[in-house]
């Protein structure tokens, strides 16, 4: 959208057409909205109520206009018997009269993330005069558009943009943006769409070791024929549909170079395999590990112990879902228990020793971290004996019991302070090797990661040179 921060209409709810109202609709920077109309729906329709519904409303330059998820947020009384209503909602799409969330109405998406220049590292590019606007133009050799599938019937493409204006007017005005584009052979909800472009951020807000930031998303859909009057009054029939929202997932404060995990051009070549990888992967094994992890990465803890316990969580959890068979040891202490139970006639007695031991088939926290850190030490590059990675172990695993349980008793086991930044630094390496490892990232690359945590592990390795 351009940045037009007011958009003036008449506006209904969407199953009451006859009931117009005129009313503005307010945006800020952030996506944040407000509708204020000027009159009330309840007037000609009492029984309107101010639970979440859809508004619909027809613009002055022509553009229809949908507030999903919207609801009243107060309404005010002004000259005299005049009421005037404040609406707010989630979701604002200009171009189209959508009825909800779920109903299947696009085909594609074109989605603005913002400025990934410094992590594609781009360098080169053409210098080109503009005289009728006496600028010049200064345009990137940016990678091709790379081109990956999410499933048979949905794909996608990334381009980056990077211009550069210098001129009377421009004042060295810069365009840089990650262009997301989602293609669907079928119709698919707003939803379903966002779902996809999110998990898309995740991935790249990993890779970069920062959250980033949605700037626009524009959609498609064969339903709409929509058409804008323009200044000249002549109608411009077009199909774009363009989200406003407001994107409530945290994001980071610009990023340095260093800090990238991987760079663009380490995983040039494997980049769209990356993408069809995590799309198949997201939902089913590392969407709840990344989230774990991302919040690490970005957030920054008043307290070590949260930092702690929040990586170790990831660890246990990714461990849980990719390395550890759970059917089978289901099935195997089932099989132990049922023998059990031939020699336990007393079915009170059953039933309580079957709550008790009613996830005893787990793999104990203890085995999980010694399992993972043996497999990962040399890429880990840790370099220390046998004896001293069990005291780490027994220590991690001592720290995290005292700060899950709070068991008095176990206070004098907990890690001291120096100790656990350390071992939250190595839990987050070891988290980030893991994912990295389940994407298909190559070996090689995987062994520049650690160099992000070399800090915290040489520490580490110094904090017990005596045993």
């Known amino acids: 959208m351009a940045k037009a921060d007011v958009l003036k209409g008449e506006f209904f709810i969407s199953d009451l057409p006859d009931n117009r109202l005129t009313g503005i609709i307010t945006i800020n920077e952030d996506g944040n909205f407000t509708l ?65 969330f779920d109903v299947p109405y696009f085909d594609s998406i074109s989605v603005e993330i913002e400025r990934l220049r ?38 996608g493409s990334i381009y980056f943009k990077n211009e550069l204006w210098v001129g009377l007017y421009y004042k060295n005005q810069a365009e840089q943006f990650t262009r997301l584009s989602l293609e669907s052979a079928e ?45 000249t009054r002549v109608e411009m029939p077009f199909q774009a549909i363009e989200l406003i929202f407001h994107d409530n997932e945290r994001y980071g404060t610009p990023f340095d170079l260093p800090l990238y995990y991987v760079n663009y051009r380490d995983i040039a070549p494997d980049f769209s395999t990356l993408i069809a990888n995590w799309y198949e992967l997201a939902e089913s094994s ?97 370099n220390v004996t046998a004896k001293v990675l069990n005291k780490w172990i027994t220590e991690i695993i001592d720290t995290r019991n005292y700060l899950t349980h709070l068991d008095p008793e176990s206070i004098g086991k907990k890690a001291p302070p120096q100790h656990l930044y350390n071992y939250t630094g190595l839990l987050k390496a070891l988290l980030v090797l893991l994912v990295l490892r389940r994407l298909g990232v190559r070996e090689e690359i995987l062994a520049q990661v650690v160099k992000h945590q070399s800090f915290n592990l040489g520490l580490l390795k110094k904090q017990h040179l005596t045993i």
């Not at 109309?37 to 002055?60: C, E, Y």
């Not at 590292?121 to 005289?131: C, S, Y």
């Not at 472009?197 to 626009?216: A, D, H, P, T, Y």
Request: glycine share 4%.
């Open 286 to 382: 590392l969407s709840p590990v990344t989230d774990i992890l991302l919040d690490t990465i970005t957030d920054h803890y008043h307290y070590d112990e949260n930092a702690f316990l929040r990586v170790w969580q990831g660890v246990e959890a990714f461990h849980r879902i990719v390395l550890q068979d759970t059917q089978m040891l289901k099935k195997s202490f089932d099989q132990w228990f049922n023998r059990i139970s031939d020699f336990v006639t007393d079915e009170e007695l059953l039933k309580k020793i079957q709550n008790e031991l009613g996830h005893a088939y787990e793999t104990k926290a203890r085995r999980r971290l010694k399992e993972i850190l043996t497999a990962n030490k040399d890429l880990l590059e840790l």
């Open 187 to 231: 119709k698919l909800s707003l939803v379903e769409f966002i779902q996809h472009v999110r998990n898309f951020r995740k991935l790249i807000s990993f890779f970069v070791g920062q959250k980033l930031r949605i700037e626009r998303m524009v959609l498609t859909s064969p339903e709409a024929q929509i058409k804008l009057i323009n200044p």
């Open 118 to 155: 410094e992590w594609v590292a781009i360098d080169g590019g053409e210098l080109e005069f503009k005289p009728d606007l006496k600028a010049f133009k200064y345009t990137y050799e940016d990678p091709p558009s790379i081109l990956f599938r999410i499933k048979d019937t949905l794909s």
């Open 36 to 100: 204020e109309v000027f009159g009330s729906f309840n007037m000609a329709h009492p029984v309107i109520d101010t639970s979440k519904r859809t508004i619909w409303g027809q613009l002055f330059d022509g553009r229809a206009v949908s507030i999903l998820d919207c609801s009243r947020k107060q309404k005010k009384t002004t000259f005299g018997v005049s009421e005037v209503e404040l609406w707010g909602g989630f979701f604002v799409l200009l171009g189209a009269l959508v009825p909800n």
